[in-house]
């Protein structure tokens, strides 16, 4: 049951954040490859925030479901010439890596709408398969965000290297707290942490995490995609 599995992934977060001190974090439904009707499943059962990996993918779903009041994360690699449409249907950009997606997603952001959270991804492993922008790019590309008053910048993303030591994802994680810490230090509003998946998040919890992003353990192994 899905309603069981939120009740135990919730529980896992609580037990998490309790054992390290640590603030209870947000929960992002993974739903990429997930049909509408599940989405729709897990919303009955309370939870209010999803995220997508592709935009055309997420803007069918949502068409579909019609819920104003669930809270959409993108939480894909985002192309330039998605960036406007990106702008439009998600409340959160979490994949902000470079200074061209900046300047398109503020440019597209209609007003009324209020300023878009972003979030800038990291490739905390160096990992030459990976997006996210270099550790030591962080400030530049938080300072073109800030400039943008259609674009809040909130925090940081990362999505480390699937190591088999426990040891190894720790410490890549307590890296991205440290990157974390001084960017918060450095701009006010910046209140966010996403890393930690359905395999990790308690481990996530942790070492700061403030919002973990979670498919699987949610709605058990993904469909191939349609
Ligand atoms: C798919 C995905 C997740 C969820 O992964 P699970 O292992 O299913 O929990 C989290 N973050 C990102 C960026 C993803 O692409």
Request: hydrophobic share 50%.
């Amino acid at each position: 049951m899905l309603s069981d599995r939120l009740a135990d992934t919730l529980n896992r977060l609580n037990n998490a954040a309790t054992e390290a001190a640590r603030p209870v974090p947000t929960l992002v439904a993974v739903s990429k490859f997930q049909p509408a009707q599940a989405v729709a499943d897990l919303a009955a059962a309370g939870q209010r925030v999803f995220g997508e990996n592709y935009v055309q993918e997420a803007q069918a779903k949502q068409a579909e479901l019609n819920r104003p009041d669930l809270v959409w994360h993108l939480i894909g690699h985002l192309q330039s010439n998605k960036a406007a449409l990106a702008a439009e249907l998600f409340d959160w950009v979490q994949t902000v890596d470079r200074p061209k997606l900046v300047g398109a997603l503020a440019q597209a952001r209609q007003p009324e709408r209020g300023p878009l959270n972003v979030l800038i991804q990291v490739n905390i492993d160096d990992e030459a398969s990976k997006h996210g922008c270099a550790p030591q790019d962080i400030d530049a590309l938080a300072a073109a965000i800030t400039a943008q008053p259609a674009l809040a910048l909130r925090g940081l993303m990362a999505i480390p290297a699937p190591h088999e030591d426990p040891a190894l994802r720790r410490a890549a994680f307590a890296r991205m707290k440290q990157l974390f810490d001084t960017l918060a230090a450095q701009h006010a509003g910046v209140d966010t942490l996403s890393m930690g998946m359905s395999e990790d998040c308690a481990l996530a919890v942790a070492e700061g995490a403030t919002m973990v992003r979670v498919g699987t353990a949610l709605f058990g192994p993904r469909p191939a995609k349609a």
